[in-house]
């Protein structure tokens, strides 16, 4: 069978080269009916389909709240349901228990950062993270150590930061870091661990290169993507204002237990949407509060701003792209 093979490959071979003007029409024909395909479908797998890279993506949810009439905010957080208080995330995270772990985080933002050995600032894509942000991910760092729920403690916690692999690389040329401190919109942090090659965060499509506690979020002066439910005072630590939604919520819970820790997580978060609720006046806003209940859905490839605006535009590329591979093979079959 491989001598017949290798026979037919010889016979091709002689009979391309026989026809080169054939030859090359067919291969640009289907160079460029395959090339389109392959860069769609590359570009439609990075965005639709391919899954964090963290270990056991298939056992990561994301919470939301869902109105009464319409759908959860699963465009990245534009809106208002897909945010949480951090007393809402301590509460669902008590509920919780052992059966899982739960993490919060803020969007990626642009900080101004001087790193070490650095004259000049620039700026970083940085995230605020509670203390179970790289454990829930299981993300273990690759030097030092991860954010830790010392750190992230509302009374006392520290300003300490996590720098990602390519800044290390890139910025720092590889250096041993550890213990040094960086100037964060000025405020300093120290350097207490280094994510692994790979690693950019929870968002597809707006990579972080420094994590940082979720405590630091009124010295650094923080204010996006922010929802706010009645009178309340931004100016105030956001940890402490149950009326202030601005963090995402993930959890790692194993895929066997998703049903039975639902119910908890639902009578905790119903707990939290009327404690809200009676501190607002306006009737009508009181009722809409109140009518959201909690969303649990998978979280195997990540948050995305892109994927849910980009989805119907990369399904009709691929079509297209599919229909200009069909018309390429019709046109060498016409060749041949």
């Given at each position: 069978?491989?001598?017949?093979?290798?026979?037919?490959?010889?016979?091709?071979?002689?009979?391309?080269?026989?026809?080169?003007?054939?030859?090359?029409?067919?291969?640009?024909?289907?160079?460029?009916?395959?090339?389109?395909?392959?860069?769609?479908?590359?570009?439609?797998?990075?965005?639709?389909?391919k899954?964090?890279?963290?270990?056991?993506?298939?056992?990561?949810?994301?919470?939301?709240e869902?109105?009464?009439?319409?759908?959860?905010?699963?465009?990245?957080?534009?809106g208002?349901?897909m945010?949480?208080?951090y007393?809402?995330?301590?509460?669902?995270?008590?509920?919780?228990?052992?059966?899982?772990?739960?993490?919060?985080?803020?969007r990626?933002?642009?900080?101004?950062?001087?790193?070490?050995?650095?004259?000049?600032?620039?700026?970083?894509?940085?995230?605020?993270?509670?203390?179970?942000?790289?454990?829930?991910?299981?993300?273990?760092?690759?030097?030092?150590?991860?954010?830790?729920?010392?750190?992230?403690?509302?009374?006392?916690?520290?300003?300490?930061?996590?720098?990602?692999?390519?800044?290390?690389?890139?910025?720092?040329?590889?250096?041993?870091?550890?213990?040094?401190?960086?100037?964060?919109?000025?405020?300093?942090?120290?350097?207490?661990?280094?994510?692994?090659?790979?690693?950019?965060?929870?968002?597809?499509?707006?990579?972080?290169?420094?994590?940082?506690?979720?405590?630091?979020?009124?010295?650094?002066?923080?204010?996006?993507?922010?929802?706010s439910?009645?009178e309340?005072e931004?100016?105030?630590?956001?940890?402490?204002?149950?009326?202030?939604?601005?963090?995402?919520?993930?959890?790692?819970?194993?895929?066997?237990?998703?049903?039975?820790?639902?119910a908890r997580?639902?009578?905790?978060?119903?707990?939290?949407?009327?404690?809200?609720?009676?501190?607002?006046?306006?009737?009508?806003?009181?009722?809409e509060?109140?009518?959201?209940?909690?969303?649990?859905?998978?979280?195997?490839?990540?948050?995305?701003?892109?994927?849910?605006q980009?989805?119907?535009?990369?399904?009709?590329?691929?079509?297209?792209?599919?229909?200009?591979?069909?018309v390429?093979c019709a046109?060498?079959?016409?060749?041949?």
């Amino acid at each position: 069978m491989i001598d017949t093979l290798l026979q037919d490959l010889r016979y091709a071979a002689r009979s391309l080269r026989r026809t080169p003007g054939f030859t090359i029409a067919a291969v640009v024909t289907l160079g460029l009916g395959i090339g389109a395909n392959t860069a769609i479908f590359t570009l439609l797998d990075a965005v639709m389909f391919k899954p964090l890279n963290v270990p056991s993506p298939q056992d990561l949810v994301a919470l939301y709240e869902q109105p009464r009439d319409g759908a959860p905010d699963a465009t990245g957080g534009t809106g208002r349901y897909m945010r949480f208080s951090y007393p809402r995330f301590e509460r669902l995270q008590a509920a919780l228990g052992d059966r899982g772990s739960l993490a919060a985080m803020t969007r990626t933002a642009t900080f101004v950062v001087r790193l070490p050995g650095q004259k000049q600032p620039e700026s970083v894509r940085s995230q605020l993270v509670s203390g179970e942000y790289f454990s829930t991910l299981n993300v273990p760092v690759a030097r030092g150590r991860a954010i830790g729920r010392d750190d992230a403690r509302v009374a006392d916690g520290q300003q300490v930061a996590v720098i990602g692999d390519r800044l290390w690389q890139e910025r720092l040329g590889g250096a041993d870091v550890i213990g040094q401190t960086i100037v964060v919109s000025g405020v300093t942090a120290t350097i207490v661990g280094i994510a692994p090659p790979g690693f950019v965060g929870a968002w597809s499509d707006a990579r972080a290169d420094l994590w940082l506690p979720l405590t630091m979020q009124q010295a650094l002066a923080f204010r996006n993507n922010v929802s706010s439910y009645g009178e309340v005072e931004v100016t105030d630590p956001w940890v402490t204002q149950d009326r202030i939604a601005w963090l995402n919520v993930i959890g790692r819970i194993p895929a066997g237990e998703q049903t039975q820790v639902r119910a908890r997580l639902e009578v905790a978060n119903r707990a939290g949407i009327e404690d809200v609720a009676e501190a607002v006046e306006d009737p009508k806003f009181r009722e809409e509060i109140r009518g959201n209940a909690l969303v649990i859905q998978p979280f195997t490839q990540g948050f995305s701003r892109l994927r849910a605006q980009l989805s119907d535009a990369f399904i009709a590329l691929t079509a297209m792209v599919a229909i200009v591979l069909l018309v390429a093979c019709a046109n060498v079959a016409n060749l041949l």
